[in-house]
T-cell receptor, first 109, second 119 residues
Framework: EIVLTQSPATLSLSPGQRATLSCRASQTVENYLAWYQQKPGQTPRLLIYDASNRATGVPARFSGSGSGTDFTLTISSVEPEDFAIYYC???????????FGQGTKLEVK | QVTLRESGPALVKPTETLTLTCTFS??????????VTWIRQSPGKALEWLGLIDWDGDTYYSTSLQTRLTISRDTSKNQVVLTMTNMDPDDTATYFCARIENWKGFDFWGQGTLITVSS
């Protein structure tokens, strides 16, 4: 089973700063990597799929990059509503056996 | 408008079988590329993928839970059913269902239902 490791566990930033979140896979997942945002008490929200494609309605300040085993979610300028937990998720090409990372908490500095 | 809603018992006893229903609207599960998937989240913990059923009725399960899980569908009712056997207090979690379209991530989620396992 592929293991996803997210870093850092917690990222403390001020609004307006750039956020860089990392996700590393234990073996290649090609580009089958997604990112989700979850705020307290809310349902996860899909941000990025296939490593770099923004989901419908996601602001342009969110971008994803990477392939193979190393991936990055970047928030170009953090807004107050962006403080949340971010999860990466992968699926192998086939069969579709998904796994999630353990999450990165983006908190106010 | 795509919506999903989970329903089931809030409390189950250890060793019992959990049955949850995901009722959805706004899409058809027999459309090529459509899937419904189940995810859970223990209090304060990360998301855990459980399994999915696709447009052909094929199912895929988490390796660690596959012996306890069954996912089925009733396309006439727009429902997907998750059964999990031999429930344990460690299975206490919020259970979500979500849609997958053409493998582009889990784009629509239900609100989730909290299941507590306790005697």
């Amino acid at each position: 089973e592929i293991v996803l490791t997210q870093s850092p566990a917690t990222l403390s930033l001020s609004p307006g700063q750039r956020a860089t979140l990392s996700c590393r896979a234990s073996q290649t997942v090609e580009n089958y990597l997604a990112w989700y945002q979850q705020k307290p008490g809310q349902t996860p929200r899909l941000l990025i799929y296939d490593a770099s494609n923004r989901a419908t309605g996601v602001p342009a300040r969110f971008s994803g990059s990477g392939s193979g085993t190393d991936f990055t979610l970047t928030i170009s300028s953090v807004e107050p509503e962006d403080f949340a937990i971010y999860y990466c998720q992968q699926r192998p090409n086939w069969p579709p056996m998904y796994t999630f990372g353990q999450g990165t908490k983006l908190e106010v500095k | 408008q795509v919506t999903l809603r989970e329903s089931g018992p809030a409390l189950v006893k250890p060793t019992e079988t959990l049955t949850l229903t995901c009722t959805f609207s706004g899409f058809s599960l027999i459309t090529t590329g459509m899937c419904v998937t189940w995810i859970r989240q223990s209090p304060g913990k990360a998301l855990e993928w459980l399994g999915l059923i696709d447009w052909d009725g094929d199912t895929y399960y988490s390796t660690s839970l596959q012996t306890r899980l069954t996912i089925s569908r009733d396309t006439s009712k727009n429902q997907v059913v998750l059964t999990m056997t031999n429930m344990d207090p460690d299975d206490t979690a919020t259970y979500f269902c979500a849609r997958i379209e053409n493998w582009k991530g889990f784009d629509f989620w239900g609100q989730g239902t909290l299941i507590t396992v306790s005697s």
